[in-house]
T-cell receptor
Framework: NAGVTQTPKFRILKIGQSMTLQCTQD?????MYWYRQDPGMGLKLIYY???????DKGEVPNGYNVSRSTTEDFPLRLELAAPSQTSVYFC????????????FGSGTRLTVV | QQQVKQSPQSLIVQKGGISIINCAYE??????FPWYQQFPGKGPALLIA?????SEKKEGRFTISFNKSAKQFSLHIMDSQPGDSATYFC??????????FGPGTRLSVLP
């Protein structure tokens, strides 16, 4: 049982480039999330999804886009990379929003230069 | 109202000692309070969680104490071990609400 799988693990982007961070879960969870983690700042929610075809903005959505075409996949798109997007990105999923914790992926470390 | 405060930012404890991390929340609609443990290079992993209908929950060496009236909860790690050295995040959430995470506490347990 793989849980939540994120790819790539590391990436260096130049300013203005685009990329997609991949996230796949095999637990049949309806809820999926994207967080960014900056030193000393905890986890900030970028986007989330409550099911296939449904997405919504979190606390820090600017500069990002998401899609949820299947229950399993929740890719995060950076269109015009900026140095402020240098961070560690975590994808997570959960069975519901009540009484259940999140299962996190192992993260993608992104550096924008 | 969505903020979760966490202290201390960092903590150094001797092996065998007790580690205590505190969190406070403001949103009274929150009714589920998990703690996550994160090792370097890994994603956070659910450690233990509590609902406000109990004041304490214990799992092995890890205990959550919950004070509903004060809107505070804390994680106690008894007999701390070097293998417990990690960053710990508290969080708060509830039905229909996304979790809000504290900023994290970096724990170092000295051998």
């Amino acid at each position: 049982n793989a849980g939540v799988t994120q790819t790539p693990k590391f990436r260096i982007l130049k300013i203005g480039q685009s990329m997609t961070l991949q996230c796949t879960q095999d637990m049949n969870h309806n809820y999926m999330y994207w967080y960014r983690q900056d030193p000393g700042m905890g986890l900030k929610l970028i986007y989330y999804s409550v099911g296939a075809g449904i997405t919504d903005k979190g606390e820090v959505p600017n500069g990002y886009n998401v899609s949820r075409s299947t229950t399993e996949d929740f890719p995060l798109r950076l269109e015009l990379a900026a140095p402020s997007q240098t961070s560690v990105y975590f994808c997570a999923s959960s069975y519901s929003t009540d009484n259940y914790g999140y299962t996190f992926g192992s993260g993608t470390r992104l550096t924008v230069v | 109202q969505q903020q979760v405060k966490q202290s201390p930012q960092s903590l150094i404890v001797q092996k065998g000692g007790i580690s205590i991390i505190n969190c406070a929340y403001e949103n009274t609609a929150f009714d589920y309070f998990p703690w996550y443990q994160q090792f370097p290079g890994k994603g956070p992993a659910l450690l233990i969680a509590i609902r406000p209908d109990v004041s304490e929950k214990k799992e092995g060496r890890f205990t959550i104490s919950f004070n509903k009236s004060a809107k505070q909860f804390s994680l106690h790690i008894m007999d701390s071990q070097p293998g417990d050295s990690a960053t710990y995040f508290c969080a708060a959430g509830g039905y229909g609400q996304n979790f809000v995470f504290g900023p994290g506490t970096r724990l170092s347990v000295l051998p």
